[in-house]
């Protein structure tokens, strides 16, 4: 205890002697920069700060690289929730309850509440991390394959609380998640999976490519439907941030849960904050409040929406360092990072790290990253609400100048991942399904839960059943989170029977002859799914199979609900014209896609902003000459300068 | 308002940013011999921070002292495939002035002579081969090749699939030695690998030596046999090759892991790039490799360098396409199950 206690002061003095301070201020500045702009994650400032670790003293480069790490994603919710695109991969799930608030004016309340849940998530994570490290070792020795499976089925459970506004469409967009992660080589043969020859496709489909796909693509879009009107979100009207940051206070027990799902399951090695944060906000689907009107159906602005996600992506950090310092072992993307600069400087990580000082030990360093992680925390929280009033401008900027703006860093987030100009065509195909199934209201965070939780389970439950055949289900871990899985079930039944007299406007709105051409799609997707895994054999045809065939089954339960409701229904006079409308604003999409492939993403974008806002948005020739000069200009900056991407195009 | 009149500034100061820029990058590629006001970029096939992107960021730093006009030298990574996705940006998407090299990594003799690498590509270097070991763990009771050669039950390995080290070594050794193996592939990485062992899912893994000193030293578990004809300070195992009972073993082991080690991690440049910048190029590796600064951030780092020279990386590839049967061989051992 006393060993502790010196540890922990040793520690906070490491942090605080100059010129440690200035490294902690700068991993805040550029982790509140890339957090903000979306398409630029820690992980590509981790690896832009990489090099520099070499030439630093031990203490400034595990300060300045776990600063950027923590920050960033507290600082992705806010353009998460203001502009409707994840900043990070990692705040995608905030986006639906986030983005929804800030449309009715709560966007101050929203953030607020964010950025007080990501601190007290970040708070929780370091005490996990602080509390559980020494039994860490002996913890994860028992966590094997079927574990995990166990854990990943009681995640794809969570589609059930998710889904009960529309129960068949919730659990198809599941069902289609599972299925998109099927794409790709097989984990186990490394055989293609619907890669259709190309090789931009075996590593299977990228995590910001969909997210950005399925959730900004329809927001930059509205912003074409609504750019006559003036400002899209709005900060100005609603409750304050003090509010959101009392309700997030309010909803303690919450974020208690949350924090405590992404510091557990984000100590896992790969699981990170990208599974964490939709397993939490399936999870708050379940702690609604029953009393607040429509308002409160997922995805419609619901406050635990927004609190959930967000405690549970910064509680990930720290038990993303449990199994990274005790073991060596990198709980996550970011903290692979964190390992490589430990074995850059010649440290190795491992229970020896545990030791205090005197014995040969590490702890002071420990504790050195946990009042990093906490300092940095809180100056980005203050970082965060102090530049509200100027990040907040960006949501009042009208409609039309905002468009190829957010459309740009959309592109931008896409290439980014992979450096892969490929993935431009994911984004393509699934920005218009994710611009679909928002314009037709399907619910699309369960697709997202299913696609990144599809390979955790097919992996571990293949590997599960290599190793030790079916009696894997019996292990004592594995029915401890069946049962777990079943309360979730039946929460989310018992969730559906209490909103069952609300759900209803969602599907009237959605029952249209649309819905059912979306479902005879979606079956069509089915069957040509079903068809191409019968040319797979053995373990690799298993989860397509499973995959596919469910995205049919309910596909087809929803054509028929679907046809039903149509034929009671008057068909609209002026479905016609808005139809058109969509198509316009799809072929805008289309536009900015085509020339970012043809031209690179400078040029690309800088044509396509160019074109759209002289003929589309009637910009005058000094406003639109202006924005696209700048957004050129800070494409090549982002593009060619820091993600050092090579940025040609066809020609 | 406010935006529009901060916007007319900002884009004449990025106009003239870009026109200074454009005229900088017009003198690039002026000379063969001299890499002045240029950048010279490695694309890495594999994901930033993994061993393959720390070798390339290390050598980064120092490569571009040793190079006349001494480039900026940048990192790009490219993950996919197994770093296929990087073999085809830089066959097709590459100029071949010399200002692109590609870190490739081959583990499969079969797949590498199929690949026809010395038709596209001129081969710059390896800093050389990461030497394999074979680990067990305290569990599976094995700490000797008499142990694993008469394991009640085939001890099971894992591996992430079937392009990866840990998956060809072993298989290969079983094969030329007639050793028991039950190959687990899709693990992920390496630390899902280690996490397996810890649990007692697996018995054991064949893992390079940066691997092992990096994540895998550990008292819980027991080196067992090298691939590496030198001794390995303070790893005290037999080499396979001295225990291969017939040539046919030592062709296996020979064809399928010894030769192929330094191909593990290896550079290149487009073909049709100019001679002296080829020239130049190769020079400049064989001299970062031996750079006192350079070894001390790798020694740091935990990264081995034993460099192997461009000529004898292509006469290894030519050697390994003339033994047909061999590769045949290996092809039937390796095939995934």
Known sequence: MVDSLAAAIAGLQQVLTWPTPGYLL????????????????????????????????????????????????????????????????????????????????????????????????????????????????????????????ALAIVGICLLVPLSHSDPVKGLFSGALGLALATVGLDPFRAEPRFTFSQLSLSDGLGLLPV???????????????????????????GRSVMHGMQESMRHAGLVFRCSTIGAVIGSLPGVGASVTQWIAYAHAQTSMRHDTGDDNLPGSGAIEGVIGPASATTATHGGAMVPTLALGIPGGLTSSFLLSAFILKGIAPGPAMLLPASAGGRLPLVFALVWC??????????????????????????????????????????????????????????????????????????????????????????????????????????????????????????????????????????????????????????????????????????????????TLGLSLLQLVLSWRKAALIQPARQSLAEGSKHLIRLGWFVFFVANAWLFGLVIGTAVSALVYLRLDAKESWRTTAALTTVLAGLTWVLVVQLLQISDRGVF | MLVRRAIVPLAIALAVLACAVACHSAEDGASSTTFSGSQ???????????????????????????LPGHPDVIVENMPGAAGAIAV????????????????????????????????????????????????????????????????????????????????????????????????????????????????????????????YHTSFQSADLHAVLRFSAAPIPGIDVPDAMSIAGDARARELLETGVYMMAPLVRFYVVPRGTPAARVALLREALEKTWVDPHFLADAQAAGLAIDPVSAAALEQTVATLGARPATLRDLRAILEPH
Request: aromatic share 6%.
């Open chain 1, 26 to 149: 700068a991993g805040v500045l550029i982790g509140f920069i890339v957090g903000v702009l979306p398409g630029l994650g820690a992980s590509a400032a981790l690896a832009f700060l990489l090099p520099a670790v070499l030439t630093l003293e031990p203490i400034d480069a595990f300060v300045l690289l776990t600063a950027t790490s923590a920050v960033s994603a507290m600082a992705g919710d806010i353009t998460s929730i203001l502009l409707g695109v994840p900043g990070e991969s990692t705040a995608a799930a905030i986006v639906a309850d986030g983005h929804a608030l800030a449309m009715r004016g709560e966007g101050r309340y929203a953030t607020g509440a964010a950025i007080s849940a990501s601190m007290m998530g970040a708070l929780f994570g370091m005490a996990v991390l602080v509390a559980f490290i020494p039994f860490a070792p002996s913890v994860l020795a028992h966590v094997g394959s079927p574990e995990l499976a």
């Open chain 1, 211 to 237: 997210a950005l796909g399925i959730f900004a693509v329809a927001e930059a879009l509205d912003m074409i439907r609504s750019r006559d009107l003036h400002g899209g979100a709005s900060t100005d009207a």
């Open chain 1, 373 to 550: 992680t906490v300092i940095a925390s809180a100056i980005g929280a203050l970082l965060g609400l102090g530049s509200l009033k100027w990040v907040a401008r960006l949501a009042s900027v009208r409609p039309a100048l905002l468009f190829p703006v957010i459309l740009t860093f959309v592109l931008i987030g896409t290439v980014a991942e992979r450096h892969a100009t490929a993935d431009l065509g994911v984004l393509l195909v699934l920005g218009g399904l994710g611009y679909a199934m928002s314009t037709l209201k399907w619910p699309k965070a369960p697709l997202m839960l299913g696609f990144v939780l599809g390979p955790l389970v097919e992996r571990r439950v293949l590997l599960s059943n290599t190793l030790y055949g079916w009696s894997w289900v019996l292990r004592p871990t594995v029915l401890v989170l069946a049962a777990v899985a079943i309360a979730l079930l039946l929460a989310g039944r018992r969730a559906s029977r209490r909103r069952g007299g609300r759900a209803p406007i969602a599907r009237e709105a959605s029952a249209s002859r649309a819905d059912v051409v979306m479902s005879a799609c979606f079956a069509a997707v089915g069957v040509a799914g079903l068809v191409l895994s019968l040319s797979l054999t053995g373990r690799p045809s298993v989860f397509p199979r499973i995959a596919f065939g469910a």
């Open chain 2, 40 to 66: 010279l970029r490695i694309i890495v096939g594999f994901r930033a921070g993994g061993p393959y992107d720390l070798h390339a960021r290390v050598l980064a730093k120092y490569l571009g002292s040793y």
């Open chain 2, 88 to 211: 085809r940006h830089l066959e097709t998407m590459t100029k071949a002035d010399g200002l692109t090299i590609g870190q490739f990594s081959h583990t499969s003799a079969a797949d590498l002579v199929a690949s026809n690498v010395l038709d596209a590509f001129h081969i710059l270097g390896s800093p050389g081969p990461p030497a394999q070991i074979v680990l067990f763990s305290d569990r599976s009771g094995i700490t000797t090749i008499g142990a694993w050669r008469h394991a009640p039950k085939p001890p099971r390995f894992a591996s992430s699939g079937p392009s990866a080290p840990a998956y060809v070594a072993p298989l290969v050794a079983a094969a030329a030695l007639g050793l028991p193996i039950q190959m687990v592939s899709g693990y992920a990485n390496g630390a899902d690998i280690r996490m397996a062992i810890d649990a007692g899912e697996i018995d054991g893994v064949s893992v390079s030596l940066d691997a």
